[in-house]
């Protein structure tokens, strides 16, 4: 899925992915910014205190940026907030 930023049209999540990798932390900042809305809402269904959705998405990505080097690059946020979830993103 392509998205347009401010500078025009952002390249896909795996591009961007491969780029954080390689290096350019900046590249993971379009993918937060596409994913977040949906992670959100995501967790905040399965929160039993909703207001708590925020931390739990923030930390889903901290864990999944601390971890790219291991994960594959078709990373699912929600299956990473879903290790948060259950405690085991600390």
Same mark, same amino acid.
């Given at each position: 899925?392509?998205?347009?930023?401010?500078?025009?049209?952002?390249?896909?999540?795996?591009?961007?992915?491969?780029? *954080?990798?390689?290096?350019?932390?900046?590249?993971?900042?379009?993918?937060?910014?596409?994913?977040?809305?949906?992670?959100?809402?995501? *967790?905040?269904?399965?929160?039993?205190?909703?207001?708590?959705?925020?931390?739990?998405?923030?930390?889903?990505?901290?864990?999944?940026?601390?971890?790219?080097?291991?994960?594959?690059?078709?990373?699912?946020?929600?299956?990473?907030?879903?290790?948060?979830?259950?405690?085991?993103?600390?």
């Amino acid at each position: 899925m392509k998205c347009v930023g401010p500078d025009g049209p952002e390249p896909g999540d795996a591009e961007l992915l491969r780029r *954080v990798k390689r290096g350019d932390t900046e590249a993971f900042a379009p993918v937060v910014r596409r994913h977040l809305p949906s992670l959100r809402a995501f *967790v905040a269904l399965h929160l039993p205190v909703p207001h708590l959705a925020d931390e739990v998405a923030h930390e889903a990505f901290v864990f999944a940026f601390r971890h790219l080097h291991e994960l594959l690059i078709g990373v699912c946020f929600f299956d990473v907030a879903g290790v948060c979830l259950a405690g085991g993103g600390h």
